[in-house]
C-alpha cells in the first residue's frame, strides 16, 4: 500500500500532477521501478494517459488508483473512468516486481480493456496480454507470462483447475495468482461468489455393484414411500420408506453417518426415477443419456449428471455406458479469489454491501467522489398491487419518455419478464430492443446505444455491465436532442434482494454529470414478498384491496422497504454460515493441489514405493531401471491424487447430500461435515499408498511394459450455474440457519449480526480489519 496514502488522497493527487509536470515518461517509469517509488510510477502513468489517450486522468482517478493500491474496493460512479483508474495501481503493483490480473466481466471487456489501455501500458514498457474462452493453449502460456493480463475469473480459474490436471509440467499454462484487481467487483465477490468452477475429465466408467440393488429397491417402492419436491429437485424418502430401507438393507438408523452413502444411492436412484424426466431435463442419444440445459434448452455438451445420479439414470433406461464424466475439480469462486496473495476491486456500487466485502472478504469500501457531481433524479418508488398494473404503468412511463425523446433503459428481473414487457410495448406501439442474447459483443454493442434519443432498451437488471452509455453516442446533436428530452431514464421493474442490484441499474444514468433520473417500479406479488412474508409486515386492516392504481399507503411504502433489508441481511449471513461450512474443503484442496504441483515438477520427490514397498521396490528396480522408476513413480503419484481428489469431491458431495438431517438431530450439520471431511482427508493418504502398491504390483506383473497410470481421456471445463449444488437447496441452508422466523427476523434486523461476526473486534481493533474469510485462513 501506499504510505499514508489514506489521510492525504488529494495532497497525494496534487503531487503526481506536480511530478508529472516537471518529468518525462521514460525518467519517471525507470525511478518507479528503480525506488518502487509510488508518485513516480503514478506520475508515469498520467502522463501515458495523456499521450497514449489524449486523455487527462481525474483526481478522481488518481485517488481511486490509490486506493485500489492497498486492500479496498473503491467505488466509483459507473462512466467515471475505472478502466484507467486500474492502470495506475496495476503498474505500481508491476514495479514492486508482481504480476498482475485484472479480472474483467466477461470475455469482451477482457479484450476491449487490453487493447485500449495498450497504449498506455506499451508507453510504460511492460507487456499485457488478453484471454477469452477462445485463447488456445499456446496463447494462454505465453498471456500468463506477461506483466499484466485481462481475463476473466471464469477462465482463470479454468487454467488454475486444468493446471492440477496436466500430467508433464510444461503442459501448465502456469497460471500464478499473486495480485489481483477486480472489476464490477460486487457482481463477482459477491453475486457470482458460490458459483463453483468445475473441471471434469472423461473416464472409464467404474462399475458400482451395489447400486443395482439399490436402483431396484428405489424402483419398487410405493408413492407413500417416498415424496419429492419440486422446488429443489430433491426426491427423499418417507417414514415407511425409512422403515423399508432400513429393513431390506439391514441396517439401523437411515440417517446414522455411516449409512450416508447408502441414503444417497437411494436419493439418487428416486431422483432419478420420479423427479428427473425424460425430454426435460435430459435425453436419451445414441445410446447415452444427455443432459438439457435449464437456462438455454440445449444439450449441454459433455456434462453428465452428478455421480451415481447419472447411472441411476441410465439404469431407468437400461442404458449400458463404459465412459463417464467425473468431476476432478472444482472451487466456488470466492475460494478462487483466495488464491491470489492480493486482491483489490472496483465497482459503481460498493456501499450498500460493505458488510458483505468486509465479512467475508476483510476488504474495506472505499467511496470515491465522481469527478462531476451526479445530478440524476431517483423518483420515489412506485408501488403496485400486482405484475399486470405494474408492467401496464411501466409501459405508461415509458411512452412518456419516449415521446418526449428521451431514451429509457429498463432492467427487468428475468428474461421471462423482459419478453412479458416486450409484448406489451409491440400492443402499445413502442420501438424497443429487447436484449436477452446470450453474446457479450452484441450485448455491448446494443447497450451501447441505448442513449440515442427516443431508444427504448429493455433488458435483464445486469446485461451490458460495464459498457459505456452515451448520450446521444457520439453524435453531438444526438446528444443534445437527449440531453433536452432529460438524459437516460433507467426504470426497474423488480425489488431486488439487495438494494446494491437495483442502484447498479440506476447508476447507468447520469454518467460524468449529465442529467438523468431513475424510478423503481415493483409490486406486491413479486416473489421477494411472499419469501419475507410482507403479508404479516403489514396490518391486515392496512393490506390494500385488489387494484391497479400505484399504491400509496405510507405503512405498505415503507413496509416493502424493509423486505429488502431483511433480505440483505439474510442473504449475508446465509453466505458467510455456507463459508464457514465449506471451509476445511478448501484447505483439504490448498494441500492436495500444492502436493500434485511439489511431485509434478520435481520439487519433491515421491518415495512411498520405497518406503513402504521395498522389496517389491528392488524388484522393479531390476526390471524397468532407476530412472523409468523414478518417472512411473511421478506419474503414478500425480495421477493417483486426481483419482483421490475426485472420489474426496464425490464422498463430500454425497455427505452434504445427507449431512442436513443432523440437524433434526440436534448437531450442528456444519461441524458435522467438517469433522467427516477432515476424517475422509486423513485416510487420503492411507488410500493413496495403498493405491500406488497395486500399481506396482500391476507395473512388475506386465513388466517390461509400462501400464499407463489411470488418466482422463479428455478434460472440460463448466460453471455450477445451474445449482445441482446441494448447498443451494434450500433444505440445507434452512438447516445450518435453524428454523428461521422472519418475522421475528424482521423486528431485530436492525441489531441483527451473525453470530460470529468480527464486527466487534474491529471496534478494539481497527486496523485489523480483517473479515471472517481471513479468520479462517490466516493471510498466506
Ligand atoms: P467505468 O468503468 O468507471 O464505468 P470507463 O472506464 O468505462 O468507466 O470509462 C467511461 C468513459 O469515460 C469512457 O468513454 C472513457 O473514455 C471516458 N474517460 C475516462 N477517463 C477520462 C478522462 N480522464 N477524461 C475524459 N474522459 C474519460
Ligand atoms: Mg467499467
Redesign the pocket.
Known sequence: MIKNFEKRPAEFAAEVKAAAESGYISELAAKARAEKNEIAAFAAVYLA?QKGLG????DS?IIAGGYLDDENVVE?????????AAVFAAYLSVCRGERVHILTFNDYLAKRDREWMKPIYDLLGISTAYITEKSTHDERKAAYGADVLYITVKECGFDFLRDFLVTEPEDAVGCECVRAIV?EADSLLIDEARIPLVAAGIMDAQKDAELPGIFEFAKALTDEDYATDEGTAAAYLTASGEEKAEARFGIGNIYDEENNELLAKINDSLKALYVLAEDKDYIVKDGAVRIIDAFTGRIAENRSFPGILQSAVEMKHGLDVTERGVIMGSIPIQFFLRQYGRVSGMT?TALSAKDEFNELYGLIVKHVDPNTPSIREDKPMAVYYDEGSKLAAVVEEIRTAHEKGQPVLVGTADIAQSERLSALLDEAEIEHTVLNAKNDELEAEIIRNAGMPGAVTVSTNMAGR?V?I?LGGADEKERDKAVEAGGLYAIGTFLAESERINDQLRGRSA??GDPGCSRLFVSLDEKIMTIYKLKKLIPSHKYPEPTTEEITEKTVLREVARIQRISQGKTLDERVRLLKFTMIGEKHRDLTFSARRQYLTGEKKPTIWQDHYAIRYGDALMLFGEERLAKAQRDYITALINVQWSRYLEYAASLREGIHLSAIGGKNPAEEYNIACEEYFGDMGEALTEDMGKALERMIEVAPELPDPPRPKRIYTYLLEDTGDELERRTLAEALMGEIDYDEYGEYYEEYRPSDSPKKEKESEPKEKKGLFSKLFGKK
Open positions: 494517459v486523455l487527462t486522468p481525474f482517478q466509483l460512479a459507473t462512466g467515471e473512468g475505472k478502466t484507467i472489476d459503481g460495464g459505456d452515451k454518467r460524468q
